[in-house]
């Protein structure tokens, strides 16, 4: 259980301790400095604890905003203080400054009177951890009135200010994020936010309704599989069932702010999972009528992974940069202040429910290769519009690329040994825009190969070691160029792309869904990238890397295989390949999201 502190003389009438008794804190109080102090130091070091002045008037969700969120180890709302054991140690010490220092006067308002009690001791605390430099997160309040008045008549206005905002209207539109798209913002939140609120009430947790998203779009591809009219209508009903559920998992960790690692983990993987696994079940409904459209299952993942990769590189490239003077950005600024553009613009990028809403509707209506057409040419209009915007961005404007974000997209790069040793080589790699042009060179070069050749040639391993030169050159220097962010969605489509063209080329039964197999395993290394990086706790271990072969790695053996091998021999190494990669990657995935060390976030979902 979480400690409360309640520093000063209690104020009649106060809800205070009700208040902080609800969000599950035992409450101490303590009538001076020394006595807070005293305290504080009894608190045993695993709890959370806080500071909160008595004379606070406020919601009670300012208050949960203020001292409940796991995600940040110091917080604060005016009057109130909290910390998490691992930053104990500072909160102690701020508390024993601002004790020495003792109170400051208070300023006056224009009649004379003072306006703020400046004598609080939490936002004395909040003050000298300020001037420590250390991060203290302050949340958006908004409405919500969070206050410590300094006479009865601020205190009475404070009271009224309570009283004209209601509390659980507020906190149940902060569950529903700001820039979700059109179908999510108009057919979906309306009611999963009180789907969301009945399972908080309940003691229903975010990762119990991600498991139950998981499944039930796990059923919907079971359904699809079965390749009848039926099961495609039970499938698109449960498809939208599921991306409810998908959307209600988000909302209650926002409304009861219960955000966790496993959660993270969860959240950040599941929605690939459901929708590549979705794809799975169309292929083998249309298999079981005759229509093989596996080639176009494993294009539209390739084609979503890499917009997402897209995605991730661009704001990895921007996350810290300086200077940002592109005229492109100052003109999408202006667009998003004219309310229709901004919708259209969002339902052009085909965010994630309007295309499971695509998808649901023509599973349900028409057959898996008109789906997957669609999907194919929606996508990749998508793609070029978000894409093309992003580069305009770049080549217009001035900005100095941080040694972080050069960091992240070699992370994000997934280079393996041969590269880096052919890196070592070159060691001066390559100017300017030529970074992004050797990668995208070099996998052109050897999806070319894989696709325009016939099945068992050595071709594709002479443009698989061209493709292997040419990436080692893009990432010899740090990726600190304009476009040099453009270099891991090369990569992807490069290794995707030709295990894709080489199992095509198989004509085997189950060659594609091999190469669908690798594919995803694959792809789950690179989102389980990804989301480290967004939690700022680095990339996965370089055995990791090594031991998969990294991007080019695995490139090169799969041409090899495919030269070397009979086409069933091809299908059969694909299995294996898949099977190994899938092995390593969740077992380390899994030891690294569960462990004290990831970062307590939780995913807020991808635009695409």
């Known amino acids: ?165 209601d509390d659980e209207a507020v906190r149940l539109r902060s569950a529903v994020k700001s820039r979700d798209g059109f179908f999510t913002t108009f057919f979906i939140s309306p009611y999963s936010r009180y789907i969301a609120r009945w399972c908080a009430r309940r003691g229903l947790t975010p990762n119990q309704v991600t498991t139950a998203s998981l499944l039930t779009a796990l059923i919907a591809a079971g ?46 993987t599941f929605d690939r999972a459901k929708e590549y696994a979705y794809y799975a079940g169309l292929a083998l409904g249309a298999a079981r009528g005759g229509d093989d459209v596996w080639a176009l299952a494993l294009g539209a993942m390739i084609l979503q992974t890499c917009r997402h990769v897209v995605d991730f590189s661009f704001n990895e490239a921007n996350h810290d940069a300086s200077a940002n003077t592109s005229p492109t950005a100052a003109l999408s600024d202006k667009l998003d202040s004219v309310g229709w553009t901004v919708w259209l613009r969002r339902m052009i990028v085909l965010p994630i429910g309007e295309r499971w809403a695509l998808i649901a509707v023509l599973t349900a209506a028409t057959t898996p290769r008109i789906t997957f057409y669609v999907l194919l040419i929606g996508c990749a209009f998508a793609a070029t519009y978000t894409t093309a915007g992003r580069v305009l961005r770049s080549v217009t404007r001035r900005a100095r690329r941080t ?21 070592r080589i070159a060691r001066r790699g390559l100017p300017g825009l030529a970074v992004p042009a050797a ?99 680095g990339a996965p271990p370089a055995w990791l890397v090594r031991a998969i072969g990294g991007h080019e790695g695995r490139t090169l053996l799969v041409t090899v295989l495919a030269a070397v091998l009979t086409a069933a021999q091809f299908k059969v190494a694909l299995t294996v390949l898949a099977v190994a990669v899938a092995l390593l990657v969740l077992v380390e995935s899994i030891r690294f999201w569960v462990s004290a060390g990831a970062p307590a976030v939780h995913d807020e979902g991808e635009t695409a």
Not at 6 to 11: A, H, M, N, S, Y
Not at 112 to 129: C, K
Not at 469 to 493: C, E, I, M, Q, Y
């Open 403 to 423: 040694d972080r974000a050069a960091r992240a997209l070699a992370d994000l790069a997934d280079s393996g040994p041969l590269a880096t040793a052919v890196g």
């Open 223 to 268: 359904c699809a599989a079965t390749g009848t009219r039926g099961g495609f209508i039970a499938a698109g009903a449960l498809l939208i069932a599921s991306f409810v559920l998908d959307c209600t998992d988000g909302q209650l960790a926002r409304y009861a702010l219960k955000y966790s690692t496993l959660g993270a983990w969860l959240d950040a």
């Open 439 to 537: 990668a995208l060179l070099g996998g052109a070069a050897v999806v070319a190969c894989a696709a325009l050749t016939g099945f068992g040639g050595f071709l594709p391993v002479a443009g698989a070691l061209v493709y292997v030169l040419t990436s080692a050159l893009a990432v010899a220097r740090p990726l600190k160029g304009a476009l040099d962010w453009l270099v891991p969605p090369f990569f992807r489509a490069a290794e995707y792309g030709t295990v894709l063209a080489l199992a095509g080329k198989a004509g085997v039964n189950g060659a594609l869904p091999a190469a669908f197999g690798l594919v995803a395993a694959v792809a789950y290394h690179h989102y389980d990238t990804v989301y480290r990086i967004r939690g700022d706790a």
């Open 1 to 165: 259980m979480s400690t409360a502190i309640v520093t000063g003389q209690p104020v009649p009438g106060s809800s205070l301790e009700s208040d902080l008794r609800s969000l599950g804190f035992e409450v101490r109080v303590a009538a001076d400095t020394a006595e807070a102090r005293a305290l504080l130091a009894a608190v045993p070091a695993d709890r959370r604890v806080a500071l909160v002045d008595a004379r606070f008037v406020g919601h009670p969700h300012a208050l949960r905003l203020g001292l409940t969120d796991p995600r940040f180890p110091l917080a604060a709302v005016p009057g109130a203080v909290t910390a998490q054991p691992a930053a104990r140690q500072a909160l102690t010490g701020a508390v024993t400054r601002a004790a020495a220092e003792g109170p400051a006067a208070a300023p006056e308002t224009a009649g004379g009177a003072p306006a703020l009690a400046v004598d609080s001791l939490a936002d004395r605390v909040v003050t000298a951890l300020d001037a420590d430099g250390t991060a203290v997160h302050r949340p958006e309040l908004g409405s919500l009135v969070a206050a410590v008045p300094a006479d009865p008549q601020a205190r009475n206005e404070a009271r009224q200010a309570v009283a004209a905002v």
